[in-house]
Structures are given as C-alpha cells and as structure tokens.
C-alpha cells in the first residue's frame, strides 16, 4: 500500500507564503515524478508542478516566477513553496507521484487534498 499525506495549507493573505509539504510512504521501491494540481471549484484539476527523480522540473505558467518545487529523495517527500499568493491562487492542492512497488512499472497515486485559501 502507498500512502501520499499532504500538509502545509491554510488560510493567508494575497501577497503571502506557504509551503506545502507531501510525504510518500508505503512499499515503494522507486519514484519517478512527483507534483502538485489544484482544483478550484468549478474548475478542472491542472498541473502546478512537477519534479522527476532527475531533477527537472516544470510549472504551469500561472506558478512561474512565484512557486518553487522541491524534492527530498532520501525522504519521499516533495515541496511547494507557493510565494506572492492571490485569490486565484485558491484551490485544493493535490499531491501526485508516480511510484514503483516492485520496480517492474509506475502507477499513478493521489493524496487527499490541501485546501489553500489566499483572501484578506
């Protein structure tokens, strides 16, 4: 079983930082990708972010210059440290990873959710 458990959301004002914090555990013998989605209400769920066990990234364009994602490979964990936040920023954060159990494929897997809310 592979578990990803989110932390790090809350309540800030526009302008302001948080740093989102996503932990794997579980059987896992290797992961390659891990990322963040939002999904705003009413909205489709996108890509924020995303880091490979190489090291390369991407953002959506809506995250660059502002949010930076980071990984502890020693720990399974991924970071977003989320910078000069707006309302629109406002959405539930999703952790992502691709995880290999046995080291024979990847599948996909999905943390609960973090609701980030940017209002003054």
């Known amino acids: 079983q592979v578990q990803l458990v989110e932390s790090g959301g809350g309540l800030v004002q526009p302008g302001g930082s948080l740093r989102l914090s996503c932990a794997a555990s579980?059987?896992?013998?290797?992961?390659?990708?891990m990322g963040w989605y939002r999904q705003a209400p009413g909205k489709q769920r996108e890509l924020v972010a995303a880091i490979r066990s190489g090291g390369s990234t991407n953002y959506a364009d809506s995250a660059k210059g502002r949010f930076t994602i980071s990984r502890d490979n020693a720990k399974n964990t991924v970071y977003l440290q989320m910078n000069s936040l707006k309302p629109e920023d406002t959405a539930n954060y999703y952790c992502?990873?691709?995880?290999?159990?046995?080291?024979?494929?990847?599948?996909?897997?999905w943390g609960q959710g973090t609701q980030v809310t940017v209002s003054s």
């Open positions: 579980g059987t896992i013998f290797s992961i390659y990708a």
């Open positions: 992502n990873a691709f995880i290999s159990k046995t080291g024979l494929g990847y599948n996909e897997y």
